[in-house]
């Protein structure tokens, strides 16, 4: 049991697989305390969270928020129109003066480079609440629903369907270092940052793990166990909707496509939800498990901002991941 007080979680790139399953253990064993057993458990009081917004969110918000408050700890919003970040002062300045007044920062950004600056430059953990090129926090909420699921992760194979963004960036590195396969198909012109598969096939060689990349949403469904997506235009990618929307004609996830997976498929999707990536017989029917893997933004965010602040001893035994 490795400690992670004072680390950054800005990608799951520098996180071992150890670590990474001791965060979903952490996170398994908060649920059950808080949720299940209602246990009033506070070790962060007096602590305080800062959470930096260029862009806007609902889960990543309201889990973290509400994540540190349950913990015992408060938090600060500070959205766009709050505070001078990257406007009337500097990254590097506001990070100085943040860290002088509270103990973790979380930060949803543009550019990744921003959530570098922030962790260089900050005495204090900087948590990547989403940026261009990642977004760990909700790959954490992923594997919890699919270990919950399946009852294991390391044999499962799964499918991504749509845009080579920032989520299937982070998707691949857990699916590289825990051992899991992942076939990922995308439009020609759409695929993942060619630097990120490098690092994860490094990554898949050392663990285990296996990533395929295709054109073909069908091959990547077949016998998948679990069929992965998202919105095909990002956050400030607006402009190019039109074109998208063209590019990416018959990648989306309907009934037809998932006959190709295996008998106990999930369809699973970090949300928001657009109405062109999946089709809602698939979204809200009963192999969708959207809402579990939403609240798992909680439990997880709260294992995170526990083990960067202060060391966890879990009292349930570990999962098998
Ligand atoms: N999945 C996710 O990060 O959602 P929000 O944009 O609502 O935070
Ligand atoms: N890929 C999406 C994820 C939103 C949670 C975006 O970056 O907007």
Known sequence: YSSLVGRDFDSLKYYQPDEIKQLLWTANDLKVRMKKDKELYQPLVGKSLAMIFQKRSTRTRVSSESG?????????????????????????????????????????????????????????????????LFHPLQILADLLTLQEHFGELKNLKLAWVGDGNNIIHSLMIACAKLGMEIRVATPSGYLPDTGIINSCNKFSAKHGGKIHLTNDPKEAVYRANAIITDTWISMGQEEESAKRLKDFDG???????????????????????????????????????????????????????????????????????
């Open 251 to 321: 990648y989306e996830v309907n009934s037809k496509l998932v006959k190709e997976a295996a008998a106990d498929w999930v369809f699973m999707h970090c949300l928001p939800r657009h109405k062109e990536e999946v089709s809602d017989s698939v979204f809200y029917g009963k192999n969708s498990v959207v809402w579990q893997e939403a609240e798992n933004r909680k439990w997880t965010v709260m294992a995170v901002i526990h083990h960067l602040l202060k060391d966890y001893q879990p009292v349930h035994p570990q999962p098998n991941f």
């Open 68 to 132: 540190m408050n349950l913990l015992g700890g408060q938090s600060i919003f500070l959205g766009p129109d709050d505070v001078h970040i990257g406007v009337n002062e500097s990254i590097k300045d506001t990070a100085h003066v943040l860290c002088r007044m509270c103990d973790v920062i979380l930060a949803r950004v543009y550019g990744h480079d921003v959530v570098d600056t922030l962790a260089s430059e900050s005495s204090v953990p900087v948590i990547n609440g989403l940026s261009d």
